[in-house]
Structures are given as structure tokens and as C-alpha cells.
């Protein structure tokens, strides 16, 4: 969290793709000390290195990198794929390093010790820090930012730039909008236990369910990102909204049990659509909004900042209904959460769409 304001300034002073590209190659170096099995303490200051090199170095960088490239016409196309990317990607990454931990693992997983276990997951860890650090390289090659890169950037930024920014009302709209819709992001890790306590699936099953989300994200990010573009894309976030609302409410009003399959599968779907849309275009209204290109990362920083904060906040939120409230009951008010922050988050976005319908 700390990361965010203070990486969101070096977006403009340097170039992208080399904070990009070095953010990769120091997280692919992290990747190979994790490979030596550190312990747990070492392990917390690692996991906050990556912290460091996956927001300070990276974050504002990849969005504004985003925004050029997808210049005055182009904004939900281009922020549509980059979520729809990062989804396909995750989901990508995932089987790959299944699969390379069933290649190297020389005996059945049912008989496998600890020692078999940690061989094979370490040349998983190998092969995705090898994969980073050849990203980068393509990344360092081969991402401009245009004709020419000292046009989106700054010599450095001083407090009159960081109350320009923090004058805009799309600033200040979006930090709520991110933090509300990033509420509804964090509600589907739990999902899938909802289909086990709820729904009375089996651990498979409900497994199942979790995966079927992971590839809903890209999938709605890509054909959103495709769409909108001929829309107004300040109203499609509306429109995202409203469906983490109306899903929101679905499971919030115990209508929901094993007897209706259908119905839970459809309100997960409504959920998920909603969510993901909501992800791929959050930023992507920032040039509707008239936030200044060249200050696009002191702004993510400031945006972030806020909009981030249910990644403290949320997972113990929901731990504490689950846990206070066994059974449908948490779930229900899990999903009350949810419909709360998602009629916030409408009503902001609504507030962004009028102020610059004229966009």
C-alpha cells in the first residue's frame, strides 16, 4: 500500500517499459531465492520485496503504458485486454505449473514425500522466474510509448502537479468506484465455498466452480474491451455496477439453494460479468475524466491508495461473518456487503458519467 503513491510519480519521470521491465527481472530474482526454501520469517520480508517490485516499480507503470496505448479512441479496448490478458494469463500460468509439477514429481502424489514435493515445485518456481525474466526482455525490446517518450513524461513532480491532480473529481469518484468494485473482486475467493457450504458440493465440484470464474475474467474482460468502445464507457461502469448489485442480492436473499443449481449458477455468472467488467474499465475512463496523460501515474499512485484498501480489509471481513455465522447465514451477509459497496460504487460511477456525459 505504500508502494502505490510513491511508484505512481516514477511512472512520469521515467520511461514504462524500463520500470516495467526492471520490476519483472527483481521479481524473477525474488522467484529464485524462494526457490531455497527460506524460512518463515525470511519468507514475510520476501513476500514484502515483492510488494515493492510488483507496485513501486510496476503498478502505475503498466496502466499508464495501457493508456497511451490505447490513445483517444481505443481506452476500453485497450484496459479490456490488459484485464482480460492478466486473467488468460493467470489461468495459463496456473496449468503450466501443474503440469511441470507432474512431470518432475518422480513418484505418485499419493506416495510423494515432503522432499519429492519441494524437487518438483522447485523447478516450477525455475521456469516461471525464467518466463519472467524473458518477459522483460520483450518488454524492455519491444513496448513503446509512441514516437517519443519524453512527450509523457515530466522532469519530476512537485506539489503544484499533486494538487492538480488531487483538484480532479474523476480522482476522487474513482477512488471510491476502484474501492467498491475491487470489495465485489476480493467476494469471489469465496464462491467456491459458498457452492460447499451452501449448495452442499463436494470439494471437486466446488473446485469447479472457482475455475469456472477464473475463466470468466478474461472472457468478459476481452469481449467488454471490444465493445464498449462504440459506447459511452463511463455508463458501462455504471452498468457493471448495477449487476454486482443485482447478483449481490440474489445471494444475499437466501432465494439460493442446492434444490435451484440453475439460479445459483446464473447469479454467479452475474456476479462474475459484473466484477470483471468493472475491472477492465475502472481505468480505462481516466482520459474521459481529463486526467492529464503525463500525470497518469501520479494519479494511479493517489487513486490506488484508496481503491486498493480491501486487500486489507476485506478477506477479514468476510472471515469474520463466515466464521461468526456458520453456514448460509455468514454467506448471506458476506453478500450483503457486497450489494452495500456495489450501490456505493453505482452511485459514484453515475456521478462520473453526468459530470462528463459531454465526453
Known amino acids: 500500500m505504500v508502494s502505490y503513491p510513491f511508484g505512481g510519480p516514477l511512472a512520469d519521470k521515467f520511461p514504462p517499459r524500463k520500470l516495467i521491465a526492471l520490476a519483472l527481472w527483481l521479481t524473477a530474482l525474488g522467484g529464485v531465492f524462494y526457490a531455497q526454501y527460506p524460512g518463515l520469517g ?6 514484502g520485496y515483492w510488494g515493492f517490485t510488483t507496485i513501486f516499480l510496476f503498478w502505475a507503470p503498466m496502466i499508464k503504458a495501457t493508456r497511451v496505448w490505447g490513445g483517444d479512441s481505443s481506452q476500453g479496448k485497450a484496459f479490456g485486454l490488459l484485464d482480460g490478458g492478466r486473467g488468460l494469463t493467470g489461468a495459463l500460468f496456473g496449468l503450466l505449473g501443474v503440469f511441470i509439477f507432474s512431470v518432475f514429481l518422480s513418484v505418485d502424489i499419493t506416495e510423494a514425500e515432503l522432499g519429492d514435493r519441494q524437487k518438483a515445485f522447485t523447478y516450477v518456481i525455475y521456469v516461471a522466474s525464467g518466463l519472467i525474466v524473458f518477459i522483460g526482455i520483450l518488454v524492455w525490446l519491444f513496448m513503446k510509448s509512441g514516437s517519443n517518450e519524453k512527450e509523457i513524461l515530466l522532469d519530476g513532480i512537485t506539489w503544484k502537479e499533486l494538487k492538480q491532480v488531487l483538484k480532479l473529481p474523476s480522482v476522487w469518484l474513482l477512488m471510491v468506484i476502484i474501492l467498491c468494485a475491487y470489495v465485489g473482486y476480493k467476494i469471489t475467493d469465496v464462491v467456491s465455498q459458498y457452492a460447499n457450504e451452501v449448495m452442499l458440493y463436494d470439494q471437486v465440484r466446488s473446485a469447479k ?8 475474467r478474461p472472457a468478459t474482460g ?6 464498449v468502445d462504440r459506447f459511452k464507457i463511463t455508463f458501462w461502469l455504471f452498468l457493471s455496477l448495477v449487476f454486482c448489485i443485482v447478483g449481490g442480492v440474489l445471494f444475499a436473499s437466501g432465494s439460493i439453494a442446492p434444490s435451484t443449481a440453475v439460479l445459483f449458477f446464473m447469479s ?3 456476479v462474475g460479468v459484473g466484477v470483471y467488467a468493472a475491472r477492465a474499465l475502472y481505468f480505462g475512463v481516466m482520459r474521459v475524466g481529463r486526467i492529464p496523460l503525463v500525470l497518469t501515474g501520479t494519479a494511479v499512485g493517489l487513486i490506488s491508495l484508496i481503491g486498493y484498501t480491501p486487500d486489507i480489509f476485506a478477506g477479514p471481513a468476510y472471515g469474520y461473518f463466515l466464521d461468526q455465522y456458520p453456514g448460509e447465514q455468514g454467506h448471506q451477509y458476506v453478500f450483503w456487503m457486497l450489494t452495500a459497496f456495489s450501490s456505493l460504487g453505482a452511485m459514484a460511477s453515475l456521478a462520473y458519467y453526468w459530470i462528463y456525459q459531454k465526453e
Not at 222 to 227: E, F, H, K, M, Q
Open 42 to 47: 525470511t519468507l514475510k520480508i520476501l513476500y
Open 209 to 216: 466452480v472457482g475455475t469456472f470464474l477464473q475463466f470468466l
Open 222 to 227: 476481452i469481449v467488454v474491451g471490444l465493445l
Open 268 to 270: 454467479v455468472t452475474i
